[in-house]
């Protein structure tokens, strides 16, 4: 089977109340890690790929290794650019074979986001490839940037914007945040939910994505604090807040951190018991089966995309 776009997926996902786990991947056991879970679970699947993925790992290697999974799980998966800075970053990953793209104009002014984001969109569209839009920003660490508080989104604001631009799905903020740290030491974690529910009201049976969805899970934090890590006061965002987003207007949610942190209490674990390995297949194994696990445990407890490829 070729890449699919999220068309299909994301229709399924909002009429049957669940959605679509977006992973994102820099490597091949990264990969291979979410591919096994996706296959063992029967689930559809977005593979995303960030500017700085691109940069480690180059565009080639990361679409061959794409269409490796294709071939060797035959599961419908889609191929989709995280964070596109600019037209440039997405007119490179749609000509270069990306079945979606995100352009990321949150940072700018409202008139400027929906500009870019239509050039984005007609480019896109005339060679079917769909896009993700973004309004509001979200706090926390992204691309080195520190943004120090949530900017909600404004659900007038992203009817207008879905109206304006003709984007096939909108990122909103209602209170997730990238990396580890999403909530401050004591801050009971929550989510505005009164937002997405506006905003689906406002455009029904359109598709809405979650950013920064890891829920930073407790016991891989353990992990790497016991074995000479440093991650104190890690915390995430509760799986059952976004079964519910899920089960809601929400059909894609991203998830990187909670493989990173996976893959890093793995390796440090096997490498504090197995202090003369040097052979990086000996750590990369459970490291993969780390990540097969992580995605296991979010199809599973969060996305309810299971049996659904
Ligand atoms: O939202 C950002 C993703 O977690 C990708 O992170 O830019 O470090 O690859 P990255
Ligand atoms: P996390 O940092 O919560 O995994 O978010 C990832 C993300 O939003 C990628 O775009
Ligand atoms: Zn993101």
Redesign the pocket.
């Given at each position: 089977m070729p890449l699919v776009t999220t068309t299909e997926m994301f229709k399924k996902a909002y009429e049957n109340g669940y959605a679509i786990g977006a992973f994102?991947v820099?490597n091949m056991e990264i990969v291979q890690g979410i591919t096994e879970a996706a296959l063992e679970e029967k689930a559809p699947l977005i593979l995303?790929v960030?500017?700085?993925?691109r940069k480690?790992a180059k565009h080639v290697y990361l679409i061959k290794l794409v269409e490796a999974a294709l071939e060797d799980t035959g599961l419908p998966i889609a191929l989709h650019l995280?964070?596109g800075a600019d037209f440039e970053t997405c007119k490179s990953c749609i000509d270069g074979g990306f079945t979606s793209v995100m352009i990321d104009g949150s940072a700018h002014p409202f008139e400027e986001n929906i500009a870019v984001t239509k050039k984005v969109v007609e480019y896109a569209h005339d060679r079917g490839v769909v896009v993700e839009g973004e309004l509001g920003q979200l706090a926390g660490v992204?691309?080195d940037v520190n943004v120090e508080s949530h900017s909600y989104t404004d659900p007038a604001q992203a009817e207008e914007f879905v109206e304006k631009t003709g984007v096939d799905s909108l990122a909103i903020a209602i209170g997730t945040s990238?990396?580890a740290y999403k909530f401050k030491p004591g801050q009971k974690p929550q989510l505005r939910f009164d937002i997405l529910e506006d905003v689906k009201s406002r455009l029904p049976g359109f598709p809405i994505v979650l950013?920064?969805a890891s829920s930073v899970i407790p016991e891989f934090v353990e992990i790497v604090n016991k074995y000479g890590g440093a991650m104190p006061d890690a915390i995430g965002i509760p799986e059952d807040m976004l079964r519910q987003a899920a089960k809601s207007a929400v059909c894609k949610i991203?998830i990187?951190?909670d493989l990173?942190l996976a893959m890093t209490a793995t390796i440090r674990e096997h490498m504090a018991n197995h202090p003369s390995d040097f052979d990086p297949r000996q750590y990369l194994t459970p490291a993969r089966d780390a990540i097969r696990g992580m995605v296991k445990r979010k199809i599973v407890n969060v996305l309810g995309c299971g049996g659904k490829a």
């Open positions: 994102n820099n995303q960030s500017a700085g993925a480690y995280d964070h992204e691309d990238h990396g950013h920064g991203n990187d951190s990173r």
